[in-house]
């Protein structure tokens, strides 16, 4: 591997190493320097409705639309009159031309076994799919929720229901079967597209059976399309279970895509926010799609001869954005790969980075620290020389970590785009562009074109350099979320109540002097663990329904792995008592109410919560005892102080 840092310059302001893109890889670039940046981002702020159309353009309407923004403040409709069909965009308009023949995912099961489909397999896989779904009486604007492993199929599904304009609901395999009730509830679905299980770590992850659970209490499903993947013994009811490779089996390879307008829901995609009910996040079909279209064209620097890898999971939002409709709508060849990092051991994403010559790869930052752990000798065994760009997302990149990945991963010689952005957000908002930006560890740099980025103080002005504040956007863009589903009145409370006109993000940050973004991390009560974002709500909501908890408080400590693990305080009702088994039986309470990757990682078992005197619970307290083991700011308000000292000597036991 490569040790070269040519790119390497000398410390910038504030001492921060800065590293320029290559001469070489501006050259290629599409925006090949910043000053070429500058221009165009101060092109697409004075007229972004002019930017964002000429992105649009690229893509494929059957019907153009009359207007690009229609903005009745919070509500967006973007290209409104115009008709498309995403599924066509990411698949026909490939598949009918000439990259018919072009690999459009490389499959790697986690026992190994590999699959390339070509545009052309997944135009046929789609087509038969959509005739399924159809003749499964599935129709436009019905919902489908998806509970699958990593498998093509999953991308199989998603197109497909987009292809007949049903919104799909896609819920993270680690998910228990009390949240895809949650979700089938709100969303109101008919239908569910799940497996047998998947492959995680050498073992067989049943899904089906919590599908099944979930459907004890919900009642409005008509059909469940089941995808055989690893054998297990699963339980099928002939009433409304159906096998995928049955349907399939008669199903033609011929479909026809209606043409759906440009604001016709494409997907609901539940998140954690600052209450216990998860947000169902709507996103449509015209705008999202320029949206993840222009970002993986220009972040990415994508091109034909790429391969290109993201490692997310499906059933979050950057598996939607760039593993299903940025990279297929740009007509990319990509890894798709279904089980975990470390099986059989930490080498697996390199030996296929080596294997499949993947030439970008987009990452989380808790993923990176994991490898660090691991060893050098992993990475060290396989040539990463294919590489040429790095990404990373989810939250911020710790220095140490972007430093091992920029020189143990790419050789030195790969720039890495840092990309800010939030489900509701539905495409990168801040990011380097790799041709142009200089990167500099731990910042996500510069806005992307048409994004009015900015940082308020409390009282709505703008902060000055370096100074710590709330981010906001301050005009529409394409991809951003239409609404909550079927809440209105939260979608207008949560982003759009602070600052008239602005866009709250719920984050933190700080803007240093030459205009670079440095995210600081959430400002409400959403922890980031492993970059998943869960609720502090949430967490709290599902402890107090196990029979034994009166009260429970969730607040974050810093983790060196996960970024964030959570801490939560346990008040029990009288008939209970404080053990270990107790505290085992909370973790898998959570675990069944939300899903293994919400339990809790400390449990304090206390006498009492530190409270004011209206009652609210202090979690600013809590959380200065979990990170720091003291407190040190002002108690006085609270309804019973010595509570805090009670709290502190059991942390410190
Ligand atoms: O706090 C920010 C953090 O992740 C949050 C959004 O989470 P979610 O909707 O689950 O989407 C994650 C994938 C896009 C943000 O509010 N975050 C995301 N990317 C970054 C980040 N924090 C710092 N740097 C990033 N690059």
Redesign the pocket.
């Known amino acids: 591997m490569s040790q070269s840092s040519a790119s390497q310059q000398a410390a910038a302001p504030g001492s921060a190493a800065v590293f320029l893109p290559s001469k070489d890889f501006a050259a290629k670039a599409r925006i090949p320097s910043l000053a070429a940046y500058r221009k165009l981002y101060q092109e697409s702020i004075d007229d972004p409705e002019a930017f964002w159309a000429g992105e649009a353009t690229e893509l494929l309407w059957r019907k153009p639309w009359s207007k690009v923004l229609d903005w009745q403040e919070p509500f967006a409709k973007w290209f409104d009159g115009g008709k498309l069909n995403v599924c066509e965009n990411c698949v026909d308009r490939h598949a009918l031309g000439p990259r018919h023949n072009k690999a459009a995912i490389i499959w790697e099961g986690e026992p190994g076994e590999q699959r390339v489909i070509t545009y052309g397999q997944l135009h046929r896989d789609v087509c038969r799919f959509a005739n399924v779904l159809e003749s499964n009486g599935i129709k436009a604007g019905d919902r489908v929720l998806i509970y699958m492993p990593m498998v093509p199929e999953a991308v199989v599904a998603m197109l497909g229901c987009a292809r007949i304009g049903a919104v799909h609901s896609v819920v993270f395999g680690g998910f228990s079967s009390e949240a895809i009730y949650d979700r089938l509830e709100d969303s109101g679905a008919i239908a569910i597209i799940t497996a047998d299980g998947g492959w995680r770590r050498g073992k067989v992850v049943a899904l089906k059976p919590a599908v099944d659970e979930a459907l004890l209490k919900y009642r409005k499903i008509q059909r469940v399309i089941v995808l055989r993947r690893c054998g297990n013994e699963v339980a099928i009811n002939p009433d409304i279970d159906v096998w995928w490779h049955d349907q399939i089996a008669t199903a033609s390879a011929k479909h026809t895509p209606k043409a759906f307008d440009s604001e016709h829901p494409l997907f609901i995609l539940y ?2 926010g600052s209450t216990g009910k998860p947000k169902g996040i709507l996103h449509t079909s015209g705008g999202y799609l320029t949206g993840t279209y222009a970002t993986c064209k220009y972040i990415f620097d994508l091109r034909d001869e790429d391969v290109f890898w993201c490692t ?1 999971d499906v059933g ?3 598996g939607h954005s760039y593993v299903v409709y940025g990279p297929l709508a740009n007509g990319a060849t990509q890894i798709l790969y279904e089980g975990a990092p470390n099986h059989p051991d930490f080498g697996r994403f390199w030996k296929m980075i080596e294997a499949y010559g993947v030439s970008i790869f987009y990452t989380a930052p808790t993923a990176i620290r994991a490898f660090i752990k691991a060893g050098d000798a992993f990475p060290a065994a396989h040539d990463l020389s294919s590489l040429r760009l790095l990404g ?6 710790n220095p140490e970590a972007w430093t091992w990945y920029h020189h143990h991963i790419g050789g030195g010689n790969c720039p890495i785009v ?8 539905g495409a ?1 908002l ?2 380097p562009l790799p041709g142009a930006t200089p990167c500099i560890p731990g910042t ?1 740099s510069l806005p992307f074109f048409g994004i009015d980025a900015a940082i308020l103080d409390e009282s709505g002005e703008e902060c000055g350099p370096n100074q710590d504040g709330r981010l906001v956007i301050r005009k529409p863009w394409p991809a951003m979320t239409r609404c909550i589903y079927n809440d209105p009145e939260r979608f207008k409370k949560t982003y759009w109540s602070d600052f008239p006109g602005r866009y709250t ?3 933190g940050a700080r803007r240093d002097e030459h205009g670079n973004f440095w ?1 600081i ?2 400002l409400d009560d ?1 922890l ?1 663990v492993s ?3 869960l609720g502090t709500a949430e967490i709290e909501s599902a402890l107090v329904s196990h029979p034994a908890v009166a009260e429970a408080a969730a607040v974050g400590r810093p983790d060196e792995m996960k970024g964030q693990a959570v801490a939560v305080f346990v008040t029990l009702k009288a008939n209970f008592s404080e053990s270990e088994s107790l505290r085992q039986e909370l973790r898998n309470h959570v675990g069944h109410m939300i899903g293994a990757l919400a339990k809790p990682d400390d449990i304090h078992f206390a006498p009492a919560l530190p409270k004011t005197r209206s009652g609210k619970i202090m979690r600013r307290i809590l959380k200065e005892l979990v990170c720091t083991g003291e407190v040190t700011g002002n108690i006085t308000t609270l309804e019973d102080y010595t509570v805090v000292a009670t709290l502190q000597r059991n942390i410190a036991r």
């Open positions: 998140t954690s997310a979050w939002i950057t990373s997302v989810g939250e911020p990149i840092d990309t800010w952005w939030q489900t509701e957000t990168i801040i990011s996500a993000t719920g984050d995210i991390g959430r959403v980031n970059g998943h974002r």
